[in-house]
């Protein structure tokens, strides 16, 4: 069973407009939540990341908003550009010694220009 | 600094071999994770090494194993392949172990006829 969901596989949107990406989790447990982008050919690279003590992240065009009540977050690109066109992973952590990451499936963003 | 490396970067194996993988993380990252990537499942967690010792794994079978060096570079092994093996295996290095901020090379496609 996935713990962490992105039930969008895919996503379109306009250059310049805001894109969107969900991702609910259902294990209370979590503290730590992670954003990675993938490039076909290369590894999933680091993108931002939100403790469970905050409800928003940002760094630059990105921003993670944490709903910790409904056990869902999102990403919010703005304004979205060609170049962020990449599938984009939703991780989990919990705590302890053995803290590791799950992840979702993941979401396919088109950002055409 | 140079990233993660991992090589071969694709394999095409038969059932039944065996194959090793190997894995180099960036200088001065101790932590070395594995990952199986396929379309159905996302990323799982293999194992995690640290100071040449596995500090953590996943639910995989014995068929796959893994080590580490001295010098940080890791490898993993899977025995007696099967077809449901082949995936893109994803390495990533961490300064600390349970760090759950990782830098990822660009993976291994295996490929298992």
């Known amino acids: 069973d996935q713990q962490v969901k992105q039930n969008s596989p895919s996503l379109s949107v306009q250059e310049g407009r805001i894109s969107i990406l969900n991702c609910d989790y259902t294990?209370?447990?979590?503290?730590?939540f992670l954003w990675y982008k993938k490039y076909p050919a290369e590894g999933p690279t680091f993108l931002i990341s939100?403790?469970?003590i905050k409800d928003k992240n940002e760094d630059g065009r990105f921003t993670v908003f944490l709903n910790k009540s409904a056990k869902h977050l999102s990403l919010h690109i703005v304004p979205s550009q060609p170049g962020d066109s990449a599938v984009y992973f939703c991780a989990a952590s919990g705590t302890g010694n053995n803290r590791k990451l799950i992840w979702g499936l993941g979401t396919s963003l088109a950002v055409n220009p | 600094k140079a990233g993660v490396t991992q090589t071969p970067r694709y394999l095409i194996k038969t059932r039944g071999q065996q194959v090793t993988l190997s894995c180099s993380p960036i200088s001065g990252h101790r932590s070395v994770s594995w990952y199986q990537q396929t379309p159905g499942q996302g990323l799982q967690f293999l194992f995690e090494y640290f100071s040449e010792t596995q500090r953590n794994k996943g639910n995989f079978p014995g068929r796959f194993s893994g080590r580490q060096f001295s010098n940080s570079r890791s490898e993993m092994n899977v025995s007696t392949l099967e077809l449901g093996d082949s995936a893109l295996y994803l390495c990533?290095?961490?300064?600390?172990?349970?760090?759950?901020?990782?830098?990822f090379g660009p993976g291994t496609r295996l490929t298992v006829t």
């Open positions: 939100i403790s469970s």
């Open positions: 294990n209370s447990m979590f503290d730590y």
């Open positions: 990533a290095s961490s300064l600390v172990p349970g760090s759950v901020e990782q830098y």
